[in-house]
């Protein structure tokens, strides 16, 4: 198990309240993107595509703070662009903290080792280190060599520190099984508390549009990767998600699941797509056509997509509507 006992007892009672309100549509992670700038330009991500004038630009803790308190979600991934380049981000992150919830600072941790120093371990605290495989996979993926040793380096000092460490793996086209296996070993023996998976997902904006997965491939290769998985190895995400990555369950998209904010406002529908944003999280739940997208919609920018922003909430709503969902899950955490 990759996650603590304390946050999956939050979480669940997070949803069992919304069920038992009869809401059918309620986020669970808030996508928060302070800021597009990154010290990296990753072949697969299209954030510092921005003009210049908005790369510029960063939320302020209150819009951060505002956004968390209105979308009301018991968890908060920041990402960016690279987070750590905010020069508040630890005023935003002691102000997440202070609402109770629990943060994920993701980070490609080439100045993770400098920053630390703003940050005190916290169970609400967990640092989501971006590795996309090994040594040399990682770092052709980051398009620059020596990335993957610094964030490993970084890894090390805040667990030597006492911080919760994660590791988040995107998957393309060109991964090796036995490759990733390897990875998972290893960050095992690194001593973090889980991983974090995701195929590629088509980002309109990213430099490189050929390796990302398309549905068959998706589940192949993560049915290689998974089938005979080592007990070892902790996720810090729901195991149904991992059973759906697989092709073992089918699910439809949710997006409001994980709703993004960022400089523009509350994205529609999902941090994957770019049509358009709400100045309010009311509004896109209440003025988005839902329909229009996942899988079953017909829409194919959608047709291939498996990814966490869409189908993570789906395998914890699995889990807390049907018995199934719920024995599966159990079953598989006790394993």
């Not at 549905?215 to 089938?227: H, Y």
């Not at 400089?263 to 056509?289: A, N, S, V």
Request: aromatic residues 12%; glycine residues 8%; positive net charge.
């Amino acid at each position: 198990m990759g996650i603590p006992i304390s946050q999956m007892a939050a979480v669940t009672s997070y949803v069992l309240k919304q069920k038992a309100a009869g809401r059918k549509r309620y986020p669970l992670v808030l996508m928060l993107e302070p800021l597009f700038r990154c010290n990296l330009a990753c072949a697969g991500c299209g954030k510092i595509q921005y003009p210049a004038d908005v790369l510029k630009r960063q939320l302020s803790p209150e819009q951060c703070f505002k956004a968390a308190e209105e979308c009301g979600a018991p968890m908060v991934s920041v990402p960016g662009g690279e987070p750590l380049l905010h020069p508040r981000i630890d005023d935003i992150i002691r102000g997440l903290i202070s609402l109770r919830k629990y943060v994920y600072l993701c980070t490609n941790a080439l100045v993770l080792g400098e920053k630390l120093d703003l940050f005190r371990p916290d169970k609400y605290l967990t640092i989501n280190v971006h590795l996309d495989g090994q040594r040399q996979f990682h770092d052709r993926s980051v398009c620059r060599e020596g990335v993957f040793d610094t964030a490993v380096a970084g890894i090390r000092e805040a667990l030597r520190r006492g911080f919760r460490v994660t590791t988040n793996t995107t998957l393309y086209n060109d991964a090796d099984p036995g490759g990733v296996r390897a990875f998972f070993d290893e960050m095992m023996n690194l001593g973090i508390e889980g991983m974090t998976l995701s195929p590629g997902y088509c980002y309109e904006k990213a430099p490189d549009q050929d390796h990302f997965l398309a549905r068959s491939e998706t589940t192949r290769l993560f049915a290689s990767v998974l089938s005979s998985g080592n007990r070892n190895w902790k996720f810090n995400q729901s195991p149904l998600f991992l059973k759906f990555l697989m092709g073992k369950r089918e699910y439809d998209c949710t997006p409001w699941g994980m709703p993004a904010y960022n400089l523009f406002g509350w994205q529609k529908p999902c941090y994957l797509l770019q049509e358009g944003y709400f100045e309010t999280f009311e509004e896109l739940l209440e003025r988005t056509e839902w329909h229009r997208y996942g899988r079953k919609s017909g829409n194919p920018k959608c047709a291939d997509c498996m990814v966490h922003s869409g189908y993570e909430a789906s395998a914890v709503n699995d889990t807390f509507s049907s018995f199934r969902g719920f024995r599966d899950t159990l079953l598989a955490y006790l394993k």
